[in-house]
C-alpha cells in the first residue's frame, strides 16, 4: 500500500526570501550557534540499539578532542535560545550526553540529548537541514492543531524541539493490548479526529512512526492524543489518500478499533468537531495564517503533476469546483482552508431577533 501512495522521495525545497520574511516576522529566524553541517564533522560513530537488541537505525556519532568542547558548548546555548531567553546563566548546569544521527528518512537529523545536572532531567532537541516543506508544516501544525511546536530557523539550518509521546508503532506492539475497552474507545475517537487534521492541512504520510500517543490521567480515565512528529511531507503528493492516516498499512490496528468501537454515527459527530475547531483556530489567527498562505501560493513545493492531481481529487471529494483554479499547493490549502470555515460559519449562523 505504500508503494502505491507514496511515489518517489520527495526532494528537498529551499526556503526562499518571502518565507524568510515570515520567519522573521513571527521570531522563528534567530541567529543560532551551530549549524547543520558542523555536525556532520563527526570522528566515528557506533550503532544505537534498543532495549531489545534491535537496530534503531541512529548511531551515536563523537568528536575529536579539539572540537567537542566547542560544539558542546553550541549546543547547549542553542538550547536556551530555544527553550529560555538565550541567556547563558544556566549553562553551567547543563551538559550533552549524547548527540545521535538518523541513517534513515529524508532530513537526515541529528538527535541531541541535554540533561541538567541539578536534577537530572533531560531533553531531547533535533538539528536538521532546513526544507520549506517541512517549515509550513511546523508552522502549520502550531497555528491549526491543539499542540503548539517550538522550532528556529537560521540560514539552512532548522531546529525543532522533541515531541514527548510514545511512537506510534511502539505503542502498537508494546501498549496497545494492555488498554482497557474505555481507552480503546478513548483512542478511536482520537484517530478519527487526527485522520480529519492531517487531511485539512494536507499533512501526507503519517504512518505509525511519524507520529506519538501522548496519554495523560484526568481523574478516574486516561485521555490519549494523537501528536505527529515528522513534517516532511507537507502539501508534497498529488494523491489525497496519502493525506489519510488511515490508508497506510502500519495503521491498521487504529483503523480496525475504529471500526470495532465507534458507530457511523461518531465517526461523523468527531469529524464535524475536528472541522470546526480546525475553522475556529483559522478565524482566530486569521493574519498569520493569511500571511503563512501568502508565502506558500508563491512557493514551489511540488510538481505541476501533482499540484493537478491533487487539486481534482479534491474537486471530487468536496465537490468544491474552486479547487480547479489552483496552481499551486499554496493555493490548494488556501481554497481548503476556505471551504472548511465556510461550512463552519453556515452551520453556525444565527438570526437573532
Not at 505504500?2 to 515570515?22: T, V
Not at 529524508?106 to 531533553?123: A, E, G, M, Q
Not at 482520537?190 to 485539512?200: D, S, T
Not at 492541512?201 to 507520529?211: H, I, P, W
Request: aromatic share 12%.
Amino acid at each position: 500500500m505504500q508503494q502505491k501512495l507514496i511515489s518517489q522521495k520527495k526532494p528537498a525545497f529551499p526556503i526562499n526570501e518571502q518565507l524568510y520574511d515570515y520567519l522573521t516576522e513571527y521570531n522563528r529566524n534567530i541567529k543560532i550557534p551551530v549549524f547543520y553541517d558542523d555536525l556532520l564533522r563527526f570522528a566515528g560513530s557506533i550503532v544505537v540499539y534498543d532495549k531489545n537488541g534491535e537496530d534503531t537505525l541512529w548511531v551515536r556519532v563523537y568528536y575529536s578532542e579539539h572540537e567537542r568542547d566547542e560544539i558542546d558548548l553550541s549546543l547547549k546555548r542553542m538550547y536556551m535560545i530555544l527553550h529560555g531567553d538565550g541567556s547563558e546563566d544556566s549553562l553551567p548546569f547543563l551538559t550533552v550526553d549524547a548527540i545521535d544521527y538518523c541513517t534513515f528518512g529524508n532530513s537526515k537529523p541529528f538527535r541531541v540529548k541535554v540533561r541538567n545536572i541539578l536534577n537530572d532531567n533531560h531533553t531531547y532537541l533535533y538539528v536538521k537541514k532546513a526544507d520549506a516543506s517541512r517549515v509550513y508544516g511546523l508552522e502549520l501544525e502550531h497555528i491549526l492543531s491543539p499542540n503548539n511546536i517550538n522550532f528556529l530557523i537560521y540560514k539552512d539550518t532548522l531546529i525543532e524541539e522533541h515531541v514527548l509521546g510514545i511512537p506510534g508503532d511502539v505503542f502498537i506492539a508494546e501498549n496497545l493490548n494492555t488498554v482497557s475497552v474505555r481507552g480503546k474507545k478513548r483512542i478511536s475517537k482520537e484517530f478519527v479526529k487526527f485522520n480529519e487534521r492531517c487531511m485539512i492541512r494536507l499533512l501526507g504520510d503519517m504512518r505509525s512512526y511519524n507520529y506519538v500517543i501522548v496519554a495523560s490521567y484526568d481523574f478516574d480515565q486516561v485521555e490519549y492524543r494523537i501528536r505527529a512528529m515528522d513534517f516532511d511531507q507537507q502539501s508534497f503528493e498529488g494523491n489525497l489518500k496519502v493525506y489519510f492516516p488511515q490508508f497506510f498499512k502500519e495503521n491498521y490496528p487504529f483503523v480496525k478499533m475504529v471500526t470495532d468501537n465507534l458507530q457511523k454515527e461518531s465517526i461523523e459527530q468527531y469529524k464535524k468537531e475536528e472541522r470546526s475547531a480546525i475553522a475556529r483556530r483559522i478565524k482566530g489567527a486569521q493574519e498569520r495564517v493569511n500571511d503563512l498562505l501568502a508565502c506558500m501560493v508563491n512557493d514551489r513545493i511540488s510538481t505541476p503533476e501533482k499540484i493537478h492531481q491533487l487539486k481534482m481529487d479534491l474537486v471530487e471529494y468536496t465537490k468544491d469546483k474552486n479547487f480547479k483554479k489552483c496552481n499551486s499547493m499554496g493555493e490548494i490549502l488556501k481554497v481548503a482552508f476556505d471551504f472548511v470555515v465556510r461550512n463552519y460559519e453556515n452551520v453556525n449562523t444565527y438570526i437573532i431577533r
